[in-house]
């Protein structure tokens, strides 16, 4: 048998559309959870940081401390710096790292954050007693997840009911758990974790602007991205079911009335003392 670690592959990969949707990213609209916990002086490890746009606004909000950011894709953390470089911090670096096996003593970091990472991962609560061992005494394991079931939208557009179908089947067959938001708190519980925080909330796409970008980012990703040539050469979609998806998203979000939410859970676990 394969390594956990080795079971899940990033489903969405790296294309210039799944890019566009992490460089949205914020502190602000991705971890409001986190930040009231904060401090200046805090030591963070931010575990899947693509191209570093969360990374950066931590950086931000512990100027006298350090953002270590870490992701299993090389490539990535070149954005990441250069995200990091026109933003002139200081207190941030970057490394390529694997969440099942993190490459740092015990206790080292106040918080270690992961946004949109464990639905990737094939053993979420080992991911999480690995987060767990890097952390201090008196730290936070922040975690964030999208819930695919939980996603809603208006108009019904039937295409986006096979869009969603389909992506559950081909998340799970990489070895992934798309509905991770609602497993959050189920995860930490297993992993050990006693003061454990869980919580929700939205990312909501309902001016023209916003809804037509969010569809118009999936109606490429389906054609062209990783996940695209997961579907068909793992057997689960034909190229022109993947076409029919993509009209289904253009279409939805054509719609001027219409809206599309996307449900995520979120834990703040605190590291006893």
């Known amino acids: 048998m394969p390594h956990a670690r080795e079971t899940a592959v990033y489903t969405h990969g790296h294309h210039e559309s799944v890019l566009r949707s992490h460089t949205w990213r914020t502190a602000a609209n991705s971890a409001a959870y986190l930040i009231g916990s904060l401090k200046p002086h805090m030591k963070i490890l931010d575990i899947g940081c ?25 490539g990535v953390l070149e954005q990441a710096r250069a995200t990091a470089a026109a933003r002139g911090l200081d207190n941030i670096d970057f490394a390529v790292a694997d969440v099942h096996a993190l490459a740092y003593p015990d206790d080292t970091f106040c918080v270690v954050h992961a946004h949109q ?45 096979d869009w969603l179908e389909l992506y559950r089947r081909v998340a799970r067959a990489n070895g992934g758990e798309p509905d991770a938001g609602r497993r959050l708190r189920s995860w930490a519980l297993a992993a050990g974790f006693q003061d454990v925080t869980a919580t929700s909330s939205t990312w909501t796409y309902a001016t023209d602007a916003e809804r037509e970008w969010w569809s118009e980012l999936w109606a490429e ?20 079911r993947l076409r029919a998806v993509s009209r289904a998203w253009r279409e939805g979000g054509a719609a001027r009335d219409g809206w599309f939410a996307v449900l995520h859970g979120e834990i703040l676990c605190r590291k006893q003392a």
């Open 221 to 240: 990703r389906t054609l062209a991205s990783a996940y695209a040539e997961r579907a068909v050469g793992g057997g689960h979609a034909s190229e022109e």
């Open 50 to 74: 693509g191209p570093g746009t969360i990374t950066a606004d931590l950086a931000e909000l512990v100027p006298d401390g350090h953002v270590t950011g870490v992701d299993r894709a090389p």
């Open 117 to 161: 990472v464990l639905q990737h991962v094939g053993d979420p609560v080992g991911a999480l007693r690995e987060m767990w061992r890097v952390t201090r005494p008196g730290g936070f394991v922040a975690v964030r997840d999208a819930d695919y079931a939980a996603m809603t939208w208006y108009p019904q557009v039937s295409g986006l009911d």
